[in-house]
């Protein structure tokens, strides 16, 4: 057990990783879609331990965690983080698009999967039978959705099930907004994966050179090796550094092709005074509003490079909505999104009591 800033946190080794060739090689093991004994066994010890009046689940942990909550008769809430309540792949994204299937034989088939068919055909099934009711559930269950698209496309499948949008958040607080740069610096955080949009940055650099763009794309987060023109890969940075980078940034732009859940880095940058230019999809849309940014359509690099020229072309106009982006933050802090889950708490504890 590991005790931090009066936080208790059990570190359990799942059932599934103690079995050879399940998982592969130095990747991490993920929770099942289904009751898995070693959790259940680390929930349940916790819960009896601290004598707890409630269950909070993330993901897929939410099948582990509603053995325990019926067991002791304890309402259970779950926050859905991603898509894996439809999807085996969490993204739902396939062959290089958003994806518009629902565990089904579409999902057995997808081009864009990195996972076995046979782990495919297991994880659909499983998903396929409890969207389709075959669990039964000894326990009030409530569920939050991090974002309305999470929430729209989980509900798609199960109708009958509120699920209340409840954002991720991020510390905020009043602070000093860094003055822009004089030549235009724009941000991109983020892995070397296609789905989060990184061959479009790098087009939409080329677009800029090819049209005589004065400034500069940043990326956080690749390998350090794969700069060209106005593209510069800074490699893997730090929390600190990422922060000191879009301080001294224009704007941050987030081209992901997939519909990302709730964007953090978007926050992150708006938290710093920061104008941000998105693809239109996902948790995006509950965040980027035309008073911090703009949306440009998914996988459009020539849109996205269009987008930078006109945004950073007007100092006064970005720090209009660099400005107007730190104060949206605030909606998004924990002093505003965490009363709001206790709220959810002490809701579904009334029910069961």
């Not at 350090?224 to 732009?253: F, P, Q, W």
């Not at 978007?266 to 941000?276: D, H, I, K």
């Not at 106009?317 to 802090?333: C, D, I, N, P, Q």
Request: hydrophobic letters at 40%.
């Amino acid at each position: 057990m590991i005790v931090e800033d009066g936080l208790e946190c059990t570190l359990t080794r799942i059932s599934l990783s103690k079995i050879p060739g399940v998982f592969a090689k130095g990747s991490e093991p993920v929770v099942p879609p289904w009751p898995d004994p070693a959790l259940v066994r680390s929930i349940e010890r916790a819960a009896r331990r601290i004598d707890a009046e409630i269950i909070h689940a993330h993901g897929w942990c939410e099948a582990s965690a509603e053995v325990v909550a019926g067991r002791l008769r304890l309402p259970l809430v779950v926050t859905l983080h991603d898509y894996g309540k439809v999807c085996a792949q969490m993204s739902h994204f396939s062959g290089g698009v958003e994806c518009d299937h629902y565990a089904g034989i579409a999902c057995i088939k997808c081009p864009g999967s990195d996972q076995s068919v046979a782990r495919r055909i297991g994880l659909t099934s499983v998903l396929r039978s409890q969207w389709r009711g075959t669990g039964v559930s000894r326990c009030g269950k409530s569920y939050l959705a991090v974002s309305t698209a999470v929430a729209e496309r989980v509900g798609s499948v199960f109708r009958n099930t509120e699920i209340e949008v409840i954002p991720n958040f991020v510390d905020w607080v009043e602070t000093v907004i860094e003055p822009l740069p004089a030549k235009p610096r724009v941000v991109y955080i983020g892995p070397n994966k296609a789905y989060k949009g990184v061959e479009e940055v790098r087009r939409a650099a080329a677009y800029l050179e090819s049209w005589g763009w004065d400034g500069v794309i940043l990326h956080a987060g690749g390998s350090g090796r794969d700069s060209s023109g106005l593209y510069e890969d800074l490699g893997r940075c730090s929390n600190d550094e990422v922060r000191t980078l879009l301080r001294a940034s224009s704007a941050l732009i987030a081209p992901a092709l997939y519909p990302f859940p709730c964007p953090t880095v978007v926050l992150e940058a708006m938290s710093q005074g920061r104008a941000v230019i998105a693809s239109d999809t996902g948790g995006h849309r509950d965040i980027v509003t035309p008073e911090v940014g703009c949306l440009v359509p998914v996988g459009n690099a020539s849109l996205l490079a269009r987008s930078i020229v006109e945004i950073t072309r007007d100092n006064s106009r970005l720090e209009k909505m660099g400005l107007a982006g730190h104060g949206r933050v605030a909606m998004f802090s924990a002093e505003s999104v965490v009363p709001r889950i206790v709220e959810v708490y002490a809701r579904e504890m009334f029910k069961m009591a």
